[in-house]
Structures are given as C-alpha cells and as structure tokens.
C-alpha cells in the first residue's frame, strides 16, 4: 500500500506540474512599428503580428497580445516573466537579456528616404558612411531601436549627424517632413504603409540606395530568460515548418 501511495502521490505531483505549465500564460509585447506590427481600430494587426501569432498557437501556448512602446517592450523582456516581443533584430547587448528564436523574417535591405526637394543634397554620397562622415546631413534614428549590427556601427562613428528621438515608427515620416532631420533609412517594404498612414504626398519624397547597407536584417521572436528552451524548440519547430516567405 506504501509504494502504491507513493507512486500516486508521485504521478499527481507530475500531473499538478504539468498541468500548472500547460496554464502559464504569456504576455506577447509587440511595438507599434507598421506594416510589421501595429494596432488597427484597437486590434492588433500587421503581418509579422499574424505570422507570431500563428505560430504561438501552432505551439500550443496561452498568450494576449499587448502593445507597447519600444523601450518598455525591452525592459519588460528584460526584467519580467513570461514575457515575449515580436520582430527585434539580434544584437550581442540583447542576447545579454533574451533569448532568440530562428528568424521569423528577414526584411528588404534599407533605403535612404529624404525629400525631394532635397534630393541635390545627396547626389554625391552612395554610402551610409560617407554621408555621416562628410557631410552635414541628420540621419534620424529611433532611440532604443536597432537598424542591425553593420549600420549601428557605422552610425556609432559619427554621433554628431545622428538625431535620436523619442517616436514610434509611425511618426518618424512626418518629423522628416518638418526637418526634424534630412533623412531616415527605412526597408522598402515599409515606406508606402508610413507614407499612407501619415497621410503623406509620396511625390514629396525619393529614396537612394546606399553601397555599405548589408542584406536586409532578419526579425526575431525574443523571450525572457525564465523561458524553459524546450518551449522555444516547440517555437522554433513550427517556425521552420510554416516555410514563410521573408
């Protein structure tokens, strides 16, 4: 009677624990940064929040969704549980914090987006690097944002021409348009969804490919620390199998 108890108990310790994480529950944090993920008539929207999505559920997990400002969304991933944010490009000061799934996608490599009007200003640079380092032009960059390892680098070396705001994504065309700064870079992809719903003329604007912007980045699901790597695998899994284009 003893081992049969034991057993019992044993066999109803496991089925309480895995029952108990078969019920934990994830907050998924994503930032308003269209056409990738953005919140529509108060819905969550945007292709790679349906793609996260579906692959949330493909995993079985229970999530909510919820929209947050990017250095929020980080601290979050950084300090609570459970927690989870979609779309984040890697960088060796994130992977201190979080951990990563494969690729969820991979953008289009970045443009320069500028105004016409202004379009004389940039005839003579085809690189990034050059139009930090010899010229007077401002590149706006979101703060807290990553633009990808190669471009953070080449930005770090010339501070003085970088403006740091404190926006979202979708305010970053309108401030180019006041002169907040002279240009933005931007993944095609993501042009004509700002340019539509900052209401926008797209004739007011013109974008130039640069030589040094590296093939495009890819966006990743990332996770806090607390979350066991076998959830991740199950993740990863149907990630790999949904075979998404980009």
Avoid at 38 to 67: E, H, I, Q, W
Avoid at 100 to 124: C, H, M, T, W
Avoid at 149 to 168: F, G, K, P, Q
Wanted: aromatic content about 8%; glycine content about 6%; overall charge positive.
């Amino acid at each position: 009677m003893k081992a049969k108890h034991v057993l019992f108990v044993v066999a109803l310790i496991a089925f309480l624990l895995s029952n108990a994480m078969g019920q934990a529950r994830f907050n998924v944090i994503y930032i308003e940064y269209p056409p990738y993920c953005f919140t529509k008539n108060g819905n969550p929207d945007g292709y790679l929040l349906t793609r996260a999505s579906s692959v949330l559920r493909c995993a079985k997990l229970d999530f909510r969704l919820v929209g947050c400002p990017s250095n929020r969304a980080l601290h979050e991933v950084k300090t609570a549980s459970n927690t989870i944010s979609i779309g984040w490009f890697k960088t060796q000061e994130r992977e201190q914090f979080a951990k990563y799934s494969i690729p969820l996608s991979q953008s289009r490599p970045q443009v320069a987006v500028f105004l016409k009007k202004n379009e004389d200003g940039f005839a003579g640079f085809n690189s990034l690097k050059d139009l930090l380092s010899n010229s007077n032009l401002k590149i706006g960059v979101i703060k807290g944002h990553s633009e990808g390892e190669i471009v953070d680098s080449i930005m770090s070396n010339s501070r003085d021409n970088v403006i740091l705001v404190s926006a979202e994504q979708v305010n970053l065309m309108s401030m180019l348009k006041a002169g907040r700064f002279d240009y933005i870079l931007l993944p095609p992809e993501e042009i004509q969804h700002l340019l539509r719903t900052s209401g926008m003329n797209p004739r007011d604007f013109e974008k130039k490919q640069l030589e040094d912007i590296p093939p495009g980045n890819k966006r990743y699901i990332i996770f806090s620390n607390d979350i066991e790597d076998e959830t991740i695998h199950v993740i990863n899994t149907c990630i790999a199998k949904s075979h998404f284009e980009r």
